[in-house]
T-cell receptor, first 115, second 108 residues
Framework: DSGVTQTPKHLITATGQRVTLRCSPR?????VYWYQQSLDQGLQFLIQ???????AKGNILERFSAQQFPDLHSELNLSSLELGDSALYFC??????????????FGPGTRLTVL | AQRVTQPEKLLSVFKGAPVELKCNYSYSGSPELFWYVQYSRQRLQLLLRHISRESIKGFTADLNKGETSFHLKKPFAQEEDSAMYYC??????????FGQGTELSVKP
């Protein structure tokens, strides 16, 4: 078990709605990363936080936002949901920033289905 | 441009046969490369990383900077190796760029 936890495991919602995905990193890890895995786009980096601050942005839509709290857990907010947002959303954590050599440990993912 | 290419979407082999999953990358800096494995769309698990030069579950991968490749190899495939394999490039700042993945199917 990598220690990264994500809730909920599954989420089914309707178009136009807003959802919040939660991630708790491994104990001691300061960096949190969010990735989206979809059948057509594969695994794509969305955003990274380090110790509460946004550090890098990838292909994240403006309808999506994230934050990292003082206790280091992170939330990914998805709003005005569209059918195409249906995907598996992974959170990963690593010990520290800027180490391209840092291994990222992944959570089990949240499967989002937009109907 | 930073890019990872896994040319094979599906690789099917028989148990006991050698396996090679291809990965090519494009990166202007000094690359950090990883192989992750995903069983039945569960969490991604690190299989190996090039700087550690270790062998996990019989898999090895060698970084070839001249050919910009990081192919994953195993001499004798096992049925339990069936999974999705992702090659990933670690960039400055830490984000990972993933290839499209190769599904390995090991038949009995």
């Amino acid at each position: 078990d990598s220690g990264v936890t994500q809730t909920p495991k599954h989420l089914i919602t309707a178009t136009g709605q807003r959802v919040t995905l939660r991630c708790s990193p491994r104990s001691g890890d300061l960096s949190v990363y969010w990735y989206q895995q979809s059948l057509d786009q594969g695994l794509q980096f969305l955003i990274q936080y380090y110790n509460g601050e946004e550090r890098a942005k990838g292909n994240i839509l403006e309808r999506f936002s994230a934050q990292q709290f003082p206790d280091l857990h992170s939330e990914l907010n998805l709003s005005s949901l569209e059918l195409g947002d249906s995907a598996l959303y992974f959170c990963a954590s690593s010990p520290e920033l800027a180490g391209a050599t840092d291994t990222q440990y992944f959570g089990p993912g949240t499967r989002l289905t937009v109907l | 441009a930073q890019r990872v290419t896994q040319p094979e979407k599906l690789l099917s082999v028989f148990k006991g046969a050698p396996v090679e999953l291809k990965c090519n990358y494009s990166y202007s800096g000094s690359p950090e490369l990883f192989w992750y494995v995903q069983y039945s769309r569960q969490r991604l698990q690190l299989l190996l990383r090039h700087i550690s030069r270790e062998s996990i579950k019989g898999f090895t991968a060698d970084l070839n900077k001249g050919e910009t490749s990081f192919h994953l190899k195993k001499p004798f495939a096992q049925e339990e190796d069936s999974a999705m394999y992702y090659c990933a490039l670690g960039t400055q700042g830490g984000k990972l760029i993933f290839g499209q993945g190769t599904e390995l199917s090991v038949k009995p």
